[in-house]
């Protein structure tokens, strides 16, 4: 399993602290988008060639732990 502590960091004096791809300007909220908009990791590592598989996989997984302990409460309509 990969972990994504190796692939992602946030600096402040990096795009204000967002999460990137450690040693790209490349940002995690960029890659989630495009995996949630039908991008493939074939085409993300073809788009961006500083970037790996594994870089790819990490961004999944920090998104995972970011949200396992939120609570959520969904509007009822």
Do not use: Q
């Amino acid at each position: 399993m990969v972990d994504w502590t190796l692939h992602i960091e946030s600096n402040p004096e990096k795009l204000y602290g967002k999460p990137l791809i450690i040693n790209t300007r490349v940002p995690v909220d960029l890659i989630l988008e495009k995996l949630a908009t039908g991008d493939s990791i074939e085409d993300l590592a073809e788009a961006y060639p500083k970037i790996t598989k594994e870089d790819i996989a990490a961004c999944l997984l920090f998104a995972a732990d970011s949200v396992k302990n939120e609570v959520v409460f969904s509007k009822v309509l």
